[in-house]
C-alpha cells in the first residue's frame, strides 16, 4: 500500500472548518433567556470550567494585562474610554463588551476594529473542541473564552473587559488585573444578584483582587461602605472619583462624567506605576475619540424626517432617571415622545411612573429579542398606570406593530419644535438604529455597524407576533 501525503493525512485530522453562521449556532446553542444562569445554580463550578477551559486553551487570559470594569450603569461606556485612551496612547488594545447593537462582531474588537467573520468561524472551528471536552460551559462562558483566545493571537497588550453581569461569578473575573472599576450600582437584575443594594453590590465587589487599584464612582451609602470593606479586606487601594471636568467627553450626560473620569483615573493609575507613559494629552485625545453608539445619542440628520430621534439604552429606574436629567439639560422646554419597550426581566411600573411623569405621548414596541416584554403585556402595564394619572383622559399610549411604525406614530402625535426619544434596552434601541436607516438610508456615515446589521444570521428564535393597540 502506498503511504498517503503527508498533507493529506494532516488535513484529515484538522477539525472540519465551520463558516460564520454555524460558528454563532454553535456558541448560542444552548442560550437561556429565562430564570438564573448556570453559574448561579451552581456557584462552586462557575469558575472552575472557566479555568478549566482556559487551561486546555492554554491560559490565553495570561498573555495580556486585563483592564476589568463592572457596575450597572456606565461599565460599557466606562470600557469604551479605557480602551481608546490605551490605543491612543499607542498600546495594542482589545474591547470585550456585551451585548451588542447590530452584530456580534461588536463584541470582540482589536485596537478598535470589530472581530472580522472569516477570524471567528476560524477561531471557534480551532478550539470548539477542546470548550467541548469541558462539562456544563455556557454561552457567556464560551464567549469570554473565544474573546481572551483572540485577543492573545492578536498580541494584544492591554484587554479592556467588561463584566457580563455581577462580578463575583462572572465569566471574566478569572483575570488578574492590573486595574479595575466600579461604576454606579443600582438596583437591577434582582432576580439573579440579589434584592437589596448591599447584595448587588457584594456581587460587583467580586472583581476586586488583593492589591490591584480600584476606582468606584460614588455610590449610595450601602453601596459604598459594601465595597470599603472588600477593599479594605484585600489590601487594595480604593479610590472614589468626582466627575471629569478638565477634558472633552464626547458622550453626554454628568454620569458621562463620571464614567470618562474613571478611565482616566485608571489610566492614571497605570502610567504611576510605570506600566503605561505618562502622556495627558494622549489620555485626553483618547477620550474624545471615544465612539458608543446608543448612549444618548441623536440619530444622524434627515431632510426627510419630520422630528429628529435620541435613542439612548436606559433599562432600570436609575438609568431613565438620568436619561430624564439629561433631557431637560440640553432640551429643555421641548415636547417628547417616548417610544418604549423592555426586557421581561425588569420590573417596569417605576420606569412607566417616570416616564408618564415627563411627557403625555409613549409608543409602546417590543424588539425582536426573546427577552423582550410582550407588547400587549406593555400596554396592559401601561394602561394601568395611566389610569392613576390626575391627567389621564390627555395621555396618548399607543402601540406600534413595527419599529418603523413606532418612529411614523411617534411623529403623528408629536408637536412642532418636538423630539422622539426612543429607550428601555439594548435590543429596543438597536432596533430603532436599523428602522432610522431603513427609513432614511444613507443617513448613518460608512462603517457605522448598523450597516452590518444586514446579512447577520438570527441568534435567537423570532419573538412571538406583536398584539396591536393598547
Not at 437589596?196 to 449610595?220: L, M
Not at 444622524?300 to 431613565?320: E, K, M, R, T
Request: proline share 7%.
Amino acid at each position: 500500500m502506498v503511504p498517503a501525503p503527508i498533507s493529506t493525512l494532516a488535513n484529515a485530522i484538522e477539525p472540519a472548518r465551520l463558516s460564520y453562521e454555524e460558528s454563532l449556532a454553535w456558541i448560542f446553542r444552548d442560550v437561556r433567556f429565562t430564570g438564573r444562569g448556570r453559574k448561579y445554580d451552581n456557584p462552586e463550578r462557575s469558575l472552575a470550567r472557566m479555568r478549566e477551559v482556559l487551561e486546555r486553551l492554554g491560559n490565553p487570559q495570561q498573555r495580556f494585562q486585563a483592564v476589568h470594569i463592572t457596575g450597572t450603569k456606565g461599565k460599557g461606556s466606562t470600557s469604551a474610554y479605557s480602551e481608546s485612551i490605551l490605543r491612543h496612547l499607542g498600546y495594542r488594545t482589545g474591547l470585550f463588551t456585551s451585548p451588542h447593537l447590530h452584530t456580534f462582531r461588536e463584541r470582540i474588537r482589536v485596537n478598535g476594529e470589530l472581530i472580522s467573520r472569516d477570524e471567528l468561524a476560524g477561531l471557534v472551528s480551532r478550539v470548539r473542541e477542546k470548550m467541548e471536552a469541558v462539562e456544563d460551559l455556557g454561552v457567556f462562558d464560551r464567549i469570554t473564552a473565544l474573546a481572551f483566545q483572540h485577543f492573545a493571537d492578536s498580541g494584544v497588550e492591554f484587554a479592556v473587559v467588561e463584566v457580563g453581569l455581577g462580578g463575583r461569578l462572572d465569566s471574566t473575573n478569572v483575570l488578574l488585573p492590573v486595574v479595575c472599576a466600579i461604576t454606579r450600582i443600582s438596583m437591577d437584575h434582582m432576580h439573579v444578584l440579589g434584592d437589596t443594594i448591599e447584595k448587588i453590590a457584594r456581587e460587583k465587589a467580586g472583581i476586586i483582587k488583593a492589591g490591584v487599584p480600584i476606582f468606584s464612582a460614588t455610590q449610595v451609602e450601602e453601596a459604598a461602605q459594601v465595597l470599603a470593606d472588600r477593599a479594605a479586606e484585600l489590601d487594595a487601594p480604593l479610590r472614589v472619583v468626582e466627575p471629569l471636568q478638565s477634558a472633552s467627553v464626547p458622550l453626554v450626560g454628568m454620569h458621562q462624567q463620571v464614567n470618562a473620569a474613571l478611565a482616566w483615573a485608571m489610566a492614571e493609575s497605570l502610567a504611576e506605576r510605570g506600566l503605561i507613559q505618562a502622556d495627558p494629552a494622549g489620555v485626553e485625545q483618547g477620550l474624545a475619540a471615544t465612539r458608543w453608539p446608543g448612549r444618548f445619542e441623536m440619530l444622524p440628520h434627515a431632510a426627510d424626517a419630520p422630528f429628529p430621534l435620541l435613542v439612548d439604552c436606559a433599562h432600570n429606574v436609575d438609568s431613565v432617571t438620568l436619561l430624564l436629567a439629561t433631557l431637560e439639560q440640553f432640551y429643555p422646554g421641548r415636547p417628547i415622545t417616548f417610544i418604549f419597550g423592555a426586557n421581561r426581566d425588569k420590573e417596569l411600573a417605576p420606569e412607566m411612573e417616570l416616564i408618564l411623569g415627563y411627557t403625555n405621548r409613549v409608543v409602546l414596541v417590543q424588539s425582536q429579542h426573546p427577552k423582550a416584554t410582550p407588547l400587549g403585556d406593555l400596554a396592559a402595564q401601561f394602561a394601568q398606570i395611566v389610569a392613576q394619572q390626575e391627567n389621564a383622559a390627555d395621555v396618548q399610549v399607543v402601540a406600534a406593530p413595527s419599529m418603523t411604525d413606532a418612529v411614523t406614530l411617534a411623529g403623528a402625535l408629536t408637536p412642532p419644535g418636538g423630539l422622539l426619544v426612543g429607550s428601555g434596552s439594548v435590543f429596543v434601541v438597536a432596533d430603532l438604529r436599523e428602522a432610522w436607516h431603513r427609513l432614511h438610508p444613507g443617513a448613518f456615515p460608512a462603517g457605522d455597524w448598523v450597516y452590518a446589521a444586514q446579512g447577520e444570521p438570527v441568534l435567537v428564535p423570532p419573538k412571538p407576533a406583536a398584539q396591536p393597540g393598547v
